[in-house]
């Protein structure tokens, strides 16, 4: 079956009481937008009203790219979100891919993933990883008696910083951030600390899994800002599960290409960009997200204002 038109998503929203107003100006809180996800329904074109998982299961390789069904098949196999960080989020880590089996089941993939800071406020934190020199009995006691929170490592970060974060490191963002996550897609979360706030049906903690998957030697790089030109692409992360680029262009076209390998997904995070192929043009304004089959091959990102985008691949 042949694939060859932009798939733009309707993001869907998540309006979570620690979010805030600048994904969805009007409707406060709003906490994610999940812009990348085989729940997102695709907005014009061929496919218009299917689910992004449906399509994948239906295009198998020629959404996914040959590299990326031969890893992970037929399921999409990322979930990007924006986050508007009003309030702490809980204190959490995932299992890796052989944790994931064993404790959840067959088929179970862990999450590895990666944050690029799209706003931050002075004095933004975020916690990624433990203290230096802590061991794995402080760590196992310190989750089971509640007190965690004195051997996390704080970081400050600023707009354009990337965190690298691989399964198994304790991490959390803090107030004051706004946030592009890409991240496998996975459902298994557990959450060590949730800042005092109560235990719920809705949001348990998970004391001897989060014991289990977290690594005491943990904890995660962070790579500056590029310097960034007009029509330049940088890799921000390139990890076995995805790689993340950031391009920037303030009138140079950016020439981009699948090679059949793996899909593109494409973010505005400032100004306006289209995606063209000699046959289709799509228009992206910020925070809109495409995503580029992997049978589309060539294509172009030409901006309409100055524009920064970030793209995700496998
Ligand atoms: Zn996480």
Not at 46 to 57: D, I, Q, W, Y
Not at 98 to 121: M, N, Y
Request: glycine share 8%; proline share 5%.
């Amino acid at each position: 079956m042949t694939l060859n038109s932009f798939l733009k998503l309707t993001p869907s929203y998540r309006d979570y009481i620690w979010g805030g107003e600048r994904l969805r100006p009007g409707h406060y809180p709003t906490a994610e937008a999940w812009v990348v996800w085989e729940g997102d329904v695709i907005e014009s074109g061929p496919l218009a009203g299917k689910t992004l998982g449906e399509a994948s299961e239906e295009y198998g390789a020629a959404l996914l790219g040959k590299r990326t069904t031969s890893r992970t098949g037929t399921r999409f196999p990322l979930l990007i979100k924006l986050l508007d960080c009003a309030q702490w989020l809980s204190l959490q880590v995932h299992p890796n891919n052989e944790l994931a089996v064993e404790l959840e089941g067959p088929g179970q993939f862990g999450k590895t993933e990666a944050w690029h800071i799209l706003d931050a406020e002075q004095d933004a934190k975020l916690i990624a990883g433990l203290k230096p020199n802590t061991s794995s009995e402080q760590l196992a006691e310190s989750i089971r008696n509640g007190t965690i929170i004195d051997h996390v490592q704080y970081v400050n970060v600023r707009q354009g910083d990337t965190v690298f974060m691989p399964a198994g490191t304790l991490h959390a963002l803090g107030p004051g951030l706004l946030v592009y996550e890409v991240q496998q897609t996975s459902d298994w979360t557990y959450r060590v600390y949730d800042w005092g706030r109560p235990a719920t049906e809705k949001r348990p903690l998970h004391i001897d899994k989060s014991i289990r998957a977290t690594r005491a030697d943990f904890s995660a790089p962070i790579t500056s800002p590029p310097t960034t030109g007009d029509g330049t692409q940088h890799a921000l992360v390139e990890s076995d599960y995805f790689t993340l680029e950031l391009l920037s262009a303030g009138s140079n076209t950016i020439d981009l290409g699948t090679a059949g390998e793996s899909f593109h997904a494409i973010t505005v995070i400032e100004g306006k960009a289209v995606l063209k192929t000699n046959k289709e043009e799509v228009e992206l304004e910020k925070f809109q997200t495409a995503v580029i089959p992997a049978q589309v091959g060539t294509y172009q990102f030409q901006p309409l204002m100055d524009c920064r985008a970030l793209k995700s691949s496998t």
